[in-house]
């Protein structure tokens, strides 16, 4: 089946600096990528969608310039938080949708990336 | 907008028990509706899906019926066992053009020997 290997899958970084997030689909290309954020106990929720050399369209209320958004290739996404906080700590998953293939696997989901600023 | 929402956890039950979780949605039109699955350290997993009214979703010993005049998608295994121990989300996608799934908060279930 369709994988999506998300790293890093945990990291703590110091309030101020950056941190990126990779999604790579391992065996089928990643037309869109959603890429989501989940505080504990509560609903994973979409942050931004992007397609292939274009830019990110973000949900309301997230902000672009905080959390970068590139997905150059039809393999990879990555999520640059950038001046993280405190308040940015959070569960981030990506989401994967290979239109060829998304009638039999739905979307494909990574494993998530447990962010923690200190 | 869409939302889904699902029964609190974490649901905590025996071997061979029944297993319920609830799941009831609002959306316009006629949205398809999931069950995804998240063993410990893993990533989401589609458990099963249905796209259009009174279609039932099956796999793995999982079922669930897609009930429109309810608006629920509530997920049922006759008899649930240790490896199914993980968390369960229910998710539904709109039929007007936005293709990112809209998530309920999640259920845990806990099965014990």
């Known amino acids: 089946g369709a994988v999506v290997s998300q790293h890093p899958s945990w990291v703590i970084c110091k309030s101020g600096t950056s941190v990126k997030i990779e999604c790579r689909s391992l065996d089928f290309q990643a037309t869109t990528m959603f890429w989501y954020r989940q505080f504990p106990k509560q609903s994973l929720m979409l942050m931004a969608t992007s397609n292939e050399g274009s830019k990110a369209t973000y949900e309301q209320g997230v902000e672009k310039d905080k959390f970068l958004i590139n997905h150059a290739s039809l393999t990879l996404s990555t999520l640059t938080v950038t001046s993280a906080h405190p308040e940015d700590s959070s569960f981030y998953i990506c989401?994967?949708?290979?239109?060829?293939?998304?009638?039999?696997?739905?979307?494909?989901f990574g494993s998530g990336t447990r962010l923690t600023v200190v | 907008g869409d939302s889904v929402t699902q029964m609190e956890g974490p649901v905590t039950l025996s071997e061979e028990a029944f297993l319920t979780i609830n799941c009831t949605y609002t959306?316009?039109?006629?949205?398809?509706l999931f069950w995804y699955v998240q063993y410990p350290g893993e990533g989401l997993q589609l458990l099963l899906k249905?796209?259009?009214?009174?279609d039932k979703g099956s796999n793995k010993g999982f079922e669930a019926t897609y009930r429109k005049e309810t608006t629920s998608f509530h997920l049922e295994k006759g008899s649930v066992q240790v490896s199914d121990s993980a968390v369960y989300f229910c998710a539904l996608r709109g039929d007007t053009g936005r293709r990112a799934l809209t998530f309920g908060s999640g259920t845990r279930l806990q099965v014990q020997p």
């Open positions: 989401s994967a949708r290979d239109p060829l293939i998304v009638t039999l696997y739905g979307y494909t």
């Open positions: 959306a316009t039109g006629y949205p398809s």
């Open positions: 249905a796209t259009k009214a009174d």
